[in-house]
């Protein structure tokens, strides 16, 4: 069975990575499992300078999933590269760079650190995240601004940018034609969906930022639609993420357009998570009548 699966800037020996975020740097993770069994990993988001975040309470429990609203916190990128990709580089899998900020110089900022950090294979350009005031997800729910953003990572880094979608939108199609026609190598679908909780006791919303990003189960339906709907308008590759929790989860985003994956909120239900759907992929492939990864890809738009 031929898991292997080759995008710009990664050769993968699998299409399984933990999702940006849900797996900090891999220090507490590579206490439990060889980190190299890995397709590669998406690093929390790094920006400019340090951040602390969101005030607390920052996350919250759903009945299929979670809310959570950590506002990027970080140590900022050059503690970044000096410290964690600096760990993770003993690991044999590739180094997705996670880039955020609040102005389109911020970004450009990042992206040019880790341009010249050799270990990072490829940028995730986080457009799309509901928990900070300025930035983030303005710039992934205007088209306009998520092009802009997406041409001026390019003009400074020769790494492959993938760009991650925000499902807040009305149009992800026009969204994904946008960054395709300013220079994107790849999307990454889909950020969490805006939420809210209301904490009974207090009669007010539970979360300190008052609204916090949906991930888990309960978004999976939402992601495979959007991935469908856009791998019909684009023809760069997909990584798809959202409510992935066993290997027929990753075979439908596979199905629905995907080319690789990422894993989030289950990595904190179950810290084998990655390493188990891993070693179950082959066998759910098989079962289906598949002899690769590449060959499931798409394949739910065929009749
Ligand atoms: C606690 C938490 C922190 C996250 N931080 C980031 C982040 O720093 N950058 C980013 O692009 N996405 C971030 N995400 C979004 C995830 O990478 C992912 O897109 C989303 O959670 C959907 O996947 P899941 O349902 O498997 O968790 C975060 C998600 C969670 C739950």
Do not use: W
Not at 118 to 147: H, R, W, Y
Not at 161 to 173: C, H, Q, R
Request: glycine share 8%.
């Amino acid at each position: 069975m031929d898991i292997t699966i080759d995008i710009p800037g990664l050769k993968l020996k699998n299409p399984i990575m933990p999702a940006s975020g849900c797996f900090g740097f891999g220090r507490e993770y590579e206490q439990f499992y060889d980190l190299s069994q890995l397709g590669a990993i998406m690093m929390k988001a790094a920006t400019q300078t340090e951040r602390y975040g969101n005030p607390t309470p920052r996350v919250a429990e759903t009945a299929s999933g979670m809310l959570n609203a950590i506002g990027l916190q970080n140590p900022g990128v050059e503690k970044i590269i000096d410290n964690e990709v600096a760990f993770l580089s003993q690991f044999d899998t590739s180094l997705i760079a996670n880039i955020a900020g609040s102005t389109v110089e911020e970004y450009e900022t990042v992206a040019q650190a880790f341009n010249q950090t050799e270990q990072v294979s490829a940028l995730e350009l986080n457009i799309s995240c509901p928990n900070v005031k300025e930035g983030g997800v303005q710039f992934g729910t205007d088209p306009a601004m998520a092009a802009h953003v997406t041409e001026r990572v390019k003009a400074v880094s020769n790494k492959p940018v993938y760009v991650k979608l925000s499902p807040n939108v009305s149009d992800i199609i026009a969204m994904a034609q946008a960054v395709e026609k300013s220079g994107a190598d790849g999307l990454s679908m889909i950020n969490t969906l805006t939420g809210m909780h209301i904490h009974l006791p207090s009669q007010k919303p539970l979360l300190a930022n008052q609204t916090g990003g949906l991930s888990g189960a309960a978004i999976k339906p939402v992601a495979i639609r959007m991935i469908y709907d856009v791998y019909q308008h684009v023809s760069i590759p997909i990584i798809g993420m959202g409510g992935i929790q066993t290997a027929e989860d990753v075979l439908e985003f596979l199905l629905a357009g995907a080319h690789a994956v990422a894993i989030g909120t289950a990595n904190f239900q179950n810290p084998f998570v990655c390493p188990e759907i891993i070693a179950d992929l082959p066998h759910v492939l098989s079962h289906y009548g598949f002899s690769s990864v590449k060959e499931a890809i798409g394949k739910g738009h065929q009749s």
